[in-house]
């Protein structure tokens, strides 16, 4: 017996069209909206205005019919809306706190600055002799061993990572047949090679300075205020860190991980990066001091007693600390240039750390061993078109030598002081001269070759430090040249010493100049190939900007080079003025050297040779 329902149900007709869903009534009008402008496509001139005319047909039938879009939804579309709204709030959250982090790192390293700068200073004002430097020494040993634990964890994690590929190369190796693989690497480099080696060699004068420092302490006298442990301590550990960081900045950041932990990994750069800073300006203030101090007690000037001449009296009268005493004025810029390096070299790294993580997970070239590619530090050199700057060069650095030889000798003779500066001078000026004269000479030259900047890029990291490094120049030229037209009535060199620093100067400027329109320069074409216009000038800067290093080094940097200044200015200003600028002034020279070789060796390459080195 059938129910009432199903007799009710059976007494209706069945209609197939009566029970189409309306998606399928759109289905149709959609094909045969496709259909229709496929057969008219021919005949329409304006393939984009056919399409545009199209689109709008299908977007109006898709939300006139019936009045609303959301009769077409489906399930399935609700829920990849769900899924698409919840990956972007994801990676929105994950991108703010992303910032978050960076901005926390940022301020960690002021602070840490800050303190830096304050504990030192604070040392040099306070007016108490019974205060002991001691009372912030943990500070600095809080710097070092933060930041040696950090290179710890990232070269433990480069390990077991190393391992873990090499697991899964060895397993490639022997499941396919297809041998070597020649791709090519994408090295992340941040500075250039020789920067690298520069920061190296700048690290060794460290070493050296703090192994000095170390074995002070043994010799240092039995009071209480002189033995704290801490003064060994601390430049034990820091030698320690400077064999690590080495070797952290010459890797690239590609072959360490970092991105993996990049949020640890931010504020271990910034910890490190901080660190550097704190010790360029420990090492200068307490070089100050130093020098200051014995300034004073050779012109014969009493002062009160302070911290000052209780360190003083601790670390500088045993055997090692009069080695220090007389060596300091050679290492120390070592020390402080090495900083400057490292820092803006680990801020570089810091500011490239991807925000996504995932990079971790592709595989790694640098970790095949098995790949093909030229090995990262491989160096090709062209010579030609070079000697006759290399030979001239040779001629101004053996001048320059003599020169340095004659004012040393003349220098130890009471007598004859004043003939050894002027002497000096004199060779100063002859070499800004000279150079400047040569950097005009490769403008010239050069001004053919075509220029390849990328129009989004900055003007990179040397390029950068170079212009750091010129602010030390101008200060340091800019009051030689206040206190020489102010003094030139007293002393007979002052008017020298005036055109001397002018033309240092205008060499800095013109040659700064020079290196920052030339680093983007190359040759294009055969003629260019092999004439290579400009080469032979650029090796003699190369040579010359040396020849200046040395009389940087080797004489300017000490504060009693210029007496006049010291009566001019004071003691304690024309010193601190000579410790704050002549290190970056030094730096100068030497990364303009750097820069010089890299434009050498760079832009008289064609593109093919570029590509293969």
């Not at 809306?81 to 790192?105: A, C, P, Q, T, Y």
């Not at 050199?381 to 030598?401: E, P, Q, T, Y």
């Not at 080094?553 to 210029?562: G, P, V």
């Amino acid at each position: 017996m059938m129910t009432d329902k199903q007799l009710y149900l059976k007494s209706i007709p069945f209609d197939s069209k009566s029970v189409r869903s309306e998606s399928e009534d759109v289905k149709d009008l959609i094909v045969q909206t496709f259909r229709r402008a496929s057969e008219d496509l021919a005949t329409i001139h304006r393939p984009s205005s056919a399409f545009i005319a199209q689109k709008n047909f299908i977007m109006e039938l898709f939300t006139s019919h019936n009045g609303s879009s959301r009769s077409l939804d489906s399930p399935s579309s609700i829920l990849k809306d769900k899924h698409l709204e919840n990956i972007f709030k994801e990676k929105s959250r994950k991108v703010g706190k992303d910032s978050l982090f960076l901005m926390l790192s940022v301020l960690y390293a002021k602070l840490i600055f800050v303190l830096g700068i304050a504990f030192p200073v604070t040392d040099i004002l306070s007016t108490r002799a019974d205060v002991s430097k001691s009372f912030y020494q943990g500070f600095y040993l809080y710097l070092y061993v933060g930041s040696l634990t950090f290179l710890i964890f990232v070269f433990a994690t480069h390990l077991k990572n190393r391992n873990l590929f090499s697991i899964i190369d060895t397993y490639e190796e022997k499941s396919n047949n297809f041998g070597t693989t020649n791709e090519k690497k994408r090295v992340i480099r941040y500075g250039s090679f020789y920067l690298r080696v520069g920061a190296i060699a700048f690290g060794i004068g460290s070493m050296v300075y703090l192994g000095l420092e170390f074995g002070q302490y043994f010799e240092m006298k039995a009071e209480d205020h002189c033995q704290n442990a801490l003064l060994a301590l601390n430049p034990a550990v820091q030698m320690i860190l400077t064999i690590f960081q080495m070797q952290f900045i010459f890797l690239n950041t590609k072959e360490l991980h970092m991105t993996r932990y990049k949020n640890l990994s931010r504020f271990g750069l910034m910890h490190m990066i901080a660190t550097n800073l704190c010790e360029w300006i420990y090492v200068l203030v307490e070089e100050t001091k130093h020098e200051i101090d014995h300034l004073n007690f050779v012109h014969n000037i009493h002062k009160r007693a302070t911290s000052l001449t209780v360190v003083i009296e601790c670390r500088r009268e045993s055997i090692m600390g009069r080695l220090v005493q007389n060596v300091s004025p050679f290492l120390f810029p070592c020390t402080i240039e090495y900083s400057l390096i490292c820092a803006v070299i680990l801020y570089e790294m810091w500011k490239k750390i991807q925000i996504n993580h995932n990079h971790f997970l592709k595989r790694q070239d640098s970790l095949m061993g098995h790949h093909t590619h030229r090995n990262v530090h491989y160096l090709s050199v062209d010579c030609s078109r070079a000697h006759r700057g290399l030979f001239a060069g040779i001629v101004c650095i053996v001048m320059i030598i003599i020169s340095l030889i004659m004012f040393f000798v003349l220098d130890n003779e009471n007598k004859l002081k004043s003939t050894a500066i002027i002497e000096i001078t004199y060779s100063e000026i002859a070499l800004y001269v000279i150079t400047a004269i040569a950097v005009i000479i490769a403008m010239m030259k050069m001004q053919n070759l075509q220029f390849l900047k990328p129009s989004q890029s900055g003007i990179g990291l040397d390029c950068t430090l170079l212009l750091l490094a010129q602010s030390g120049v101008y200060i340091y030229s800019m009051f030689s040249i206040l206190g020489c037209f102010l003094t030139r009535h007293q002393y007979n060199y002052s008017f020298l010493g005036l055109i001397s620093e002018v033309f240092s100067i205008i060499q800095t400027s013109l040659q700064t100049i020079f290196i920052l329109d030339a680093w983007w320069r190359r040759i294009k074409g055969q003629e260019q190939n092999r004439k290579k216009p400009g080469r032979e000038i650029i090796t003699f800067l190369l040579i010359a900007n040396m020849a200046i290093w040395f009389i940087n080094c080797l004489i300017k940097n000490r504060a009693s080079f210029r007496v006049s200044h010291l009566e001019f200015f004071g003691v304690g200003a024309w010193t601190i003025i000579t410790h704050t600028s002549m290190p970056l002034a030094i730096f100068y020279r030497f990364h303009s050297t750097i820069c010089l070789f890299e434009i050498w060796k760079m832009s008289y390459k064609l593109k093919n040779e570029e590509d293969e080195h």
